[in-house]
C-alpha cells in the first residue's frame, strides 16, 4: 500500500503511515490521526504561492472558562446561554439562562460578532461565524474562540471552515470516548494570506450573510411575538413544572395524561384559528430500508435539519427514498416527530434549496403548505412559544413522546396580520440569500486553495 495518501486512507480500514508523518506529530500512535488528509492539506498549503501565517499570530484563541450553571428564569437577573451543540442551530433556542449573580465567568463566556467558533468536543473543527445575534449569548466553554486580529474575520472563517483546516483540525484531536481539542493545538495551523481583492470579498459574503440571518430573525421573532401575545401570560419555563387542576369527565377528550390538561401546555388562552391541516397536507414518510451507496440520495436525521449548513454524513438507495416517500422538497415545513419534550420535539425546520432533494428520516413530519406565503405562516407560528406549546401537547407516550400526524392536523393556526406575514415570508428569502452568501464564500476560498 506505498504512496497511499492521507485523504485515500481516510475511506479505507487500513493503511501504511511513513515514519515522517509520526515524526512531524510528536510520534502520536493513533491512525485516525493520520488518516484525516491533514497532513497533505498542511503541505499544500505551507507550499502554495502564498505567504502564510500560524493562526496564533493572525487571531486570538482561547476557550471560554469552566463554570457552574445556576439557571433562572428572571430576565432582570439573567443572561441567554447556549450549549456547543446549539450554536449553529438556525433557530437560536432562549430558554436556558444563566445568573448573572451566580455565573462570574460571565464577561468571558460571551463572545463578539465577527469571531468564529469552533466545536472542540465530539465532533471537532464545525465553524461557526458570530453575527449579531449569538452575540447576545453566553456560550459554552466547549466552543473554541478565534477573535481576528491581522486577517479579515469574514475570510477567517471561510478557511476555516474548508475541508482542508478541517483536516488539520481533526488531526490533532485526543481522547477515547469523547474527542477534544484545545487552543494549543491549533495555535500553528497554517492560514493563507490572501490577495486583496479576494480576502474583501469574501468578508464581504460572510458579513453580508451574517446580516441578513439576523435580520430574518428579528422578523420571524416579530411574528411569534405576536402569537405568543395572543396566547396570553405563560409563566412555566419548562415542560415538567410543576401544575395542579381539575378536569371535567366531558373534557377528557379520550385523553387520560395530565400534561394534557394542566400546567406548561394549557397555559394562556386556548388560541382558535385554522386547523394545520387546512393550510396544508400533513404526512409522515415510511421507514426505508438502511441501503446506503456511493452514488445515492444524501440523508438528514431529525438533528441535522436544524443546522445553519445541514450535512450528510450518508446516502441512500434513491429506490428506497422513492418508496418510502422520504424525498423532501423546497418549500416543506419538517416538524420533529419524536424525543424528549424539552428537546426538539415539535420544532420546525424549514426545507431550503440546499436539502431540496435529500431523504429526510420518519421522525419528520412533512407539512407540504398549500402555497410560499401560507409555508411561511406555518414556519412562523410553530417556532412561536405558543405554537410549540400547542403542538408539543398533543404528543403522547412516556418514555419517547411521538406526535401523531393526524393530532397534528388539528392544531389551530391563528391569523397572521399581512404586515407580518410579509415580514415571515421575506425572513425565509433572507436566509436563502444567506445561506447561498456564505456557501459561495467557502467555495472561493476553497478553489483558491486548490
Same mark, same amino acid.
Given at each position: 500500500?506505498?504512496?497511499?495518501?492521507?485523504?485515500?486512507?481516510?475511506?479505507?480500514?487500513?493503511?501504511?503511515?511513513?515514519?515522517?508523518?509520526?515524526?512531524? !506529530?510528536?510520534?502520536?500512535?493513533?491512525?485516525?490521526?493520520?488518516?484525516?488528509?491533514?497532513?497533505?492539506? &498542511?503541505?499544500?498549503?505551507?507550499?502554495g504561492?502564498?505567504?502564510?501565517?500560524?493562526l496564533?499570530?493572525?487571531?486570538?484563541?482561547?476557550?471560554?472558562?469552566?463554570?457552574k450553571?445556576?439557571?433562572?428564569?428572571d430576565?432582570?437577573?439573567?443572561?441567554?446561554?447556549?450549549?456547543?451543540?446549539? +450554536?449553529?442551530?438556525?433557530?437560536?433556542?432562549?430558554?436556558?439562562?444563566?445568573s448573572?449573580?451566580r455565573?462570574?465567568?460571565?464577561?468571558?463566556?460571551? +463572545?463578539? =460578532?465577527?469571531?468564529?467558533?469552533?466545536?472542540?468536543?465530539?465532533?471537532i473543527?464545525?465553524?461557526?461565524?458570530?453575527?449579531e445575534?449569538?452575540a447576545?449569548?453566553?456560550?459554552?466553554q466547549?466552543m473554541?474562540?478565534?477573535k481576528?486580529?491581522?486577517?479579515?474575520?469574514?475570510?477567517?472563517?471561510?478557511?476555516?471552515s474548508?475541508?482542508?483546516?478541517?483536516?488539520?483540525?481533526?488531526?490533532?484531536?485526543?481522547?477515547?470516548v469523547?474527542?477534544?481539542?484545545e487552543?494549543?493545538?491549533?495555535?500553528?495551523?497554517?492560514?493563507?494570506?490572501?490577495?486583496q481583492?479576494?480576502?474583501?470579498?469574501v468578508?464581504?459574503?460572510v458579513?453580508?450573510?451574517?446580516?441578513?440571518?439576523?435580520e430574518?430573525?428579528?422578523?420571524?421573532?416579530?411574528?411569534?411575538k405576536?402569537?405568543?401575545?395572543?396566547a396570553?401570560?405563560?409563566?412555566?419555563?419548562?415542560?415538567?413544572?410543576?401544575?395542579?387542576?381539575?378536569?371535567?369527565?366531558?373534557?377528557?377528550?379520550?385523553?387520560?395524561?395530565?400534561?394534557?390538561?394542566?400546567?406548561?401546555?394549557?397555559e394562556?388562552?386556548?388560541?382558535?384559528?385554522?386547523?394545520?391541516g387546512?393550510?396544508?397536507t400533513?404526512?409522515?414518510?415510511?421507514?426505508?430500508?438502511?441501503?446506503? +451507496?456511493?452514488?445515492? +440520495?444524501?440523508?438528514?436525521s431529525?438533528?441535522?435539519?436544524?443546522?445553519?449548513r445541514?450535512?450528510?454524513?450518508?446516502?441512500?438507495?434513491?429506490?428506497?427514498?422513492?418508496?418510502a416517500?422520504?424525498?423532501?422538497?423546497?418549500g416543506?415545513?419538517?416538524?420533529?416527530?419524536?424525543?424528549?419534550?424539552?428537546g426538539?420535539?415539535?420544532?420546525?425546520?424549514?426545507v431550503?434549496?440546499?436539502?431540496?432533494?435529500?431523504?429526510?428520516?420518519?421522525h419528520?413530519?412533512?407539512?407540504?403548505?398549500r402555497?410560499a =406565503?401560507?409555508?411561511?405562516?406555518i414556519?412562523?407560528?410553530?417556532?412561536? !412559544?405558543?405554537?410549540?406549546?400547542?403542538?408539543?401537547?398533543?404528543?403522547?407516550?412516556?418514555?419517547?413522546? !411521538?406526535?401523531?400526524?393526524?393530532?397534528?392536523a388539528?392544531?389551530?393556526?391563528?391569523?397572521?396580520?399581512?404586515?407580518?406575514?410579509?415580514?415571515?415570508?421575506?425572513?425565509?428569502?433572507l &436566509?436563502?440569500?444567506?445561506d447561498?452568501?456564505?456557501?459561495?464564500?467557502?467555495? !472561493?476560498?476553497?478553489?483558491?486553495?486548490?
Open positions: 500500500m506505498a504512496g497511499v495518501t492521507a485523504s485515500e486512507a481516510s475511506g479505507m480500514r487500513a493503511f501504511v503511515a511513513r515514519s515522517t508523518w509520526l515524526a512531524d !506529530e510528536g510520534l502520536r500512535m493513533g491512525a485516525k490521526s493520520f488518516a484525516q488528509g491533514g497532513l497533505q492539506a &498542511r503541505a499544500r498549503i505551507e507550499g504561492d502564498w505567504k502564510w501565517k500560524p496564533e499570530q493572525v487571531a486570538d484563541i482561547y476557550r471560554g472558562p469552566l463554570h450553571r445556576v439557571y433562572l428564569h430576565e432582570d437577573r439573567s443572561w441567554p446561554y447556549i450549549t456547543a451543540s446549539d +450554536v449553529s442551530r438556525v433557530d437560536l433556542p432562549r430558554d436556558i439562562r444563566l448573572i449573580a455565573t462570574p465567568q460571565l464577561p468571558v463566556l460571551r +463572545v463578539e =460578532q465577527g469571531w468564529t467558533l469552533i466545536s472542540s468536543a465530539g465532533t473543527g464545525n465553524a461557526t461565524y458570530v453575527n445575534q449569538l447576545e449569548f453566553a456560550v459554552s466547549d473554541l474562540r478565534v481576528p486580529r491581522q486577517v479579515l474575520a469574514g475570510f477567517l472563517f471561510a478557511f476555516l474548508t475541508q482542508a483546516a478541517k483536516g488539520i483540525m481533526q488531526m490533532r484531536t485526543y481522547g477515547s469523547v474527542d477534544r481539542i487552543p494549543k493545538h491549533i495555535a500553528d495551523l497554517p492560514v493563507p494570506m490572501p490577495p481583492v479576494l480576502g474583501e470579498r468578508h464581504g459574503l458579513e453580508s450573510a451574517a446580516r441578513k440571518r439576523t430574518a430573525a428579528r422578523l420571524l421573532d416579530a411574528a411569534a405576536y402569537f405568543d401575545g395572543l396570553g401570560p405563560l409563566p412555566s419555563a419548562h415542560d415538567h413544572s410543576r401544575a395542579v387542576g381539575t378536569v371535567r369527565a366531558g373534557d377528557l377528550g379520550g385523553r387520560l395524561d395530565a400534561f394534557y390538561h394542566v400546567g406548561w401546555t394549557t394562556g388562552e386556548q388560541l382558535s384559528g385554522t386547523p394545520l387546512d393550510l396544508a400533513v404526512t409522515r414518510p415510511g421507514i426505508y430500508k438502511r441501503i446506503f +451507496v456511493k452514488n445515492g +440520495v444524501p440523508v438528514v431529525g438533528i441535522d435539519v436544524f443546522q445553519l445541514p450535512s450528510f454524513g450518508v446516502r441512500l438507495m434513491h429506490r428506497e427514498a422513492e418508496q416517500d422520504s424525498l423532501i422538497t423546497r416543506q415545513v419538517l416538524v420533529q416527530r419524536s424525543g424528549q419534550r424539552y426538539l420535539l415539535g420544532r420546525p425546520a424549514y431550503g434549496d440546499r436539502m431540496h432533494g435529500w431523504a429526510a428520516s420518519e419528520l413530519i412533512r407539512l407540504t403548505p402555497s =406565503q401560507e409555508g411561511a405562516h414556519f412562523a407560528f410553530l417556532r412561536s !412559544e405558543a405554537g410549540q406549546r400547542s403542538v408539543v401537547r398533543t404528543s403522547y407516550g412516556t418514555s419517547i413522546p !411521538e406526535i401523531n400526524p393526524r393530532d397534528l388539528l392544531v389551530q393556526v391563528p391569523a397572521l396580520p399581512q404586515e407580518l406575514l410579509l415580514g415571515a415570508a421575506r425572513a425565509l428569502a &436566509r436563502e440569500e444567506a447561498a452568501e456564505e456557501e459561495s464564500a467557502i467555495a !472561493e476560498v476553497e478553489s483558491w486553495l486548490n
